[in-house]
């Protein structure tokens, strides 16, 4: 007797982001994403933003926009997958949202901005009605945290039927070294260093754009504030974009050149060897959505000092699997750094349960999320097709 099994569902995703030579959080959840895809999803990604002038940008988008109008015309996909933050990325989003809307194509969103909030409060009121009617449109909104949720809810009045949250994914390590019996605690950060800048700086005299801020200058002005004892007994290394000359110049200035490393942004595998030889890591940012470079730490094992800001407090619990310290509160900052430094147990312990709490977020367990995500959206759009007065 023939069995007959049938072939699992294709579902085509067109995915439009940043670019895979893009540095940032951002890139990283996309190569996650394309990395895990089930061989049933076929994702399509294409770049709306790269690396490179303004000129080349433009380029990189009208080719994007192109290449959504022809899988629009053909039917080549089932699904628009769009992520996008702040500032410029919400501009460019907000075009490619309204011509999938306008073709009749299901839209996800899926929203990294870690100052959007401030972004959007300091747009005119026309611009954010505007986009609050255009995003509102959208088959699903994917946000990082609950608290972005509520956010979202309200600025874009959208139905909480719309909204799934979802925390980053991450990779885990099989296995974490044993960080016992160390003489000298390093310390590592992660991300980009100073301010974020852009293009639409120039725009300053219309919208006064917010800048991200890790934190990352007054983390090495804390390392100095350490007692001479504790100083001596700990490292630094930093690696990340942005302002890294103007850092190396504060720790020359600092006289912590024995003590404090200054990197450009490294490799994933650079960055795991990091991860993997670090005893604490620090972001004191300002402001965030949910922190790769955060989680990619607490997979590896390693205890996390942080602010509540963001999707943050939803993964950190202040000294269970965490420490949690005010922006710019370098007293605070000193003193988390101290703990860390003379107690091995603290270190130890928190970086288990930073393991621990992060095995949810495994990317396995993330691609089952999305992909439920997926599905309630082409259900709804098989919905809508038998009733296409209702669109």
């Known amino acids: 007797m023939n069995t007959f099994t049938a072939e699992p569902i294709q579902t085509r995703v067109l995915m439009l982001g940043a670019g895979l030579d893009v540095k940032g ?26 690396q490179g002038s303004a000129i080349h940008n433009i380029r990189v988008f009208l080719r994007a926009a192109q290449t959504l109008l022809q899988t629009l015309i053909t039917g080549n996909s089932d699904i628009i997958h769009i992520h996008f933050s702040e500032r410029g990325s919400t501009f460019r989003k907000a075009i490619i949202t309204l011509i999938a809307l306008g073709l009749r194509k299901p839209v996800v ?8 909030e401030e972004f959007f409060a300091k747009l005119p009121r026309t611009v954010q009605k505007l986009l609050a009617l255009l995003f509102g449109r959208c088959t699903k909104l994917i946000v990082l945290s609950e608290s ?5 809810l309200e600025k874009f009045e959208l139905d909480e039927s719309q909204i799934a949250v979802l925390h980053n994914p991450v990779k885990l390590p099989p296995a974490v070294p044993q960080r016992t019996g160390n ?30 801020d890790k934190g990352a200058f007054d983390l090495i002005k804390a390392f100095a504030a350490l007692p001479e004892q504790q100083r001596n007994r700990a490292k630094l290394v930093l690696a990340g974009n942005g302002d ?29 060897q990091l991860l993997a030889n670090a005893d604490a890591f620090v972001l004191p940012s300002y402001n965030e959505g949910l922190p790769m470079s955060m989680l990619e730490a607490m997979a590896w094992g390693v205890p996390a000092i942080v602010t509540p800001v963001g999707g943050i407090p939803e993964v950190i619990a202040d000294k269970q ?20 430094i003379e107690d091995e147990g603290l270190r130890l312990a928190l970086g288990t349960a930073g393991r621990n709490r992060v095995q949810s977020l495994d990317v396995k367990n993330y691609m089952s999320s999305l992909l439920q995500v997926y599905a309630s959206v082409t259900a709804q759009d ?5 009733a296409p007065d209702q669109r």
């Open 183 to 212: 003489e000298q605690v390093t310390f590592v950060f992660l991300g980009r260093i100073g301010k974020r800048r852009g293009s639409l700086e120039i725009a300053k005299s219309v919208v006064a754009f917010p800048q991200q």
């Open 109 to 116: 969103l899926h929203s990294h901005g870690a100052t959007y």
């Open 321 to 340: 699997n965490g420490l949690l310290v005010q922006p710019g509160n370098q007293q605070q900052l000193v003193q988390a750094m101290q703990s860390l």
């Open 244 to 272: 890294v000359e103007m850092a190396q110049q504060l720790v020359r200035e600092l006289g912590l050149e024995e003590q404090v490393t200054v990197l450009s942004w490294i490799s994933p595998a650079d960055r795991d």
């Open 382 to 386: 098989m919905v809508l097709a038998e």
């Open 148 to 152: 972005w949720k509520a956010y979202f």
């Open 25 to 50: 959080g951002i890139t990283s959840v996309e190569q996650l994403i394309l990395e895990n895809a089930p061989s049933n999803v076929n994702i399509h990604h294409v770049a709306t933003f790269a």
